[in-house]
């Protein structure tokens, strides 16, 4: 049982910057893909950047750029790095693990607002 807790989120001005992290509650945390995935109000939930076990990265194209996600397996934690925030940005960040053998685990979110 995999269980995932965000924490970060908060309000930043356009341009700033927020690094968000999530804490990875059980067994072989190395061998999971965990990725981040936010979604607005009103929409669908979307990727937003992805991690693998051997630290290979992709990330939305808006993203590309202004965030980078990176793990620390010691710690069991991944990180996203978003730098040049934009009101867009705004939506609720999920930290999600990924192994083939099992569902998907997923955080309960930590809220991003970008405004002035």
């Known amino acids: 049982q995999v269980q995932l807790v965000e924490s970060g989120g908060g309000l930043v001005q356009p341009g700033g910057s927020l690094r968000l992290s999530c804490t990875f509650f059980?067994?072989?945390?190395?061998?999971?893909?965990m990725s981040w995935y936010r979604q607005a109000p009103e929409k669908q939930r979307e990727l937003v950047a992805t991690?693998?076990?051997?630290?290979?990265?992709r990330y939305e194209d808006a993203m590309v750029g202004r965030a980078t996600i990176s793990r620390a397996n010691a710690q069991n934690m991944v990180f996203l790095q978003m730098n040049n925030l934009q009101p867009e940005d705004t939506a609720v960040y999920y930290c999600?693990?990924?192994?083939?053998?099992?569902?998907?685990?997923w955080g309960e979110g930590t809220l991003v607002t970008v405004s002035s």
């Open positions: 999600n693990a990924r192994i083939p053998i099992e569902p998907d685990s």
């Open positions: 059980g067994r072989d945390f190395d061998v999971y893909t």
């Open positions: 991690i693998n076990q051997f630290g290979d990265q």
